[in-house]
């Protein structure tokens, strides 16, 4: 969409305050081929992704959303060509050191999901301290999935039901929906009502399985790199036009 005639301020006044998605995930894709239209490497287009990831951090906090989530680096990642993966790695330490002064000017609490334990020791313990610096920030918390897999997710889950079960803590027959929601590295947090996908793919790689059951998915063919406030705006407008039913009909909802 072509946003050069209409401010932030005249997209934001189209926003309606009173139905915002308490927790909004994204997929941020198309790093990779934006730097290849600009004639660089893969690595280009993670450092300028950054800036998109700081514009609509602060977009959704200006607005009122709760949460957060953002698809940093997922347990596939580790496929990609070592140095991209390297740089990837460094780029985090050094984002995070950068950015958690901004975190806490804009009083937001950072948090990760995802098998944190087989991160490099330096990005982990920049994780760590970020999480730790800005654990008392409650304006909007900011999700970062790292090494994360949503099928990885279920089974760690399903794995600590059923020792439960085998301890005598617990009853099969017991466990339901919000055991099981407990049980994963979400825990706390609602689910996503809304997921955007960046880069015009449209599939869930493997992201919030289990969350995402509900969500409105929209997609846009816009490249991460490129993607702004005004761009996740138009996301939350749109979301807000849609009709959410929860299996049942028009009329039950209208009521």
Do not use: C
Request: proline share 3%.
């Amino acid at each position: 969409m072509d946003f050069s005639n209409i401010t932030i301020e005249e997209l934001k006044a189209q926003v309606n305050l009173e139905k915002l998605p308490r927790h909004v995930a994204i997929i941020m894709d198309g790093n990779g081929r934006w730097a290849k239209q600009h004639g660089k490497a893969r690595v280009f287009g993670h450092k300028n992704g950054v800036t998109s990831v700081r514009e609509v951090t602060e977009g959704a906090a200006e607005l009122g959303i709760e949460y957060l989530t953002l698809y940093a680096f997922s347990t596939e990642n580790w496929k990609r060509p070592a140095t991209e993966v390297e740089a990837l790695m460094l780029l985090l330490v050094q984002t995070l050191g950068r950015e958690v002064a901004t975190l806490n000017k804009n009083n937001i609490r950072l948090q990760a999901i995802g098998d944190i334990s087989k991160l490099p020791p330096r990005t982990k313990k920049a994780l760590l301290k970020g999480i730790e610096d800005t654990k008392h920030n409650d304006r909007m918390t900011l999700v970062l999935a790292l090494n994360y897999s949503g099928k990885w997710e279920i089974l760690e889950a399903a794995k600590k039901l059923s020792e439960e079960v085998e301890k005598g803590n617990l009853k099969t027959e017991d466990i339901n929906d919000e055991l099981f929601s407990n049980a994963l590295s979400t825990q706390g947090i609602p689910d996503p009502e809304l997921l955007i996908r960046t880069s015009g793919e449209t599939r869930l790689s493997n992201f919030l399985l289990w969350q995402l059951a509900y969500a409105e998915f929209y997609f846009t063919p816009v490249f991460w790199p490129d993607f702004r406030k005004k761009h996740f705006v138009q996301a939350i407008i749109d979301y807000q036009q849609r009709e959410r039913r929860f299996g049942k009909i028009s009329e039950q909802v209208s009521k």
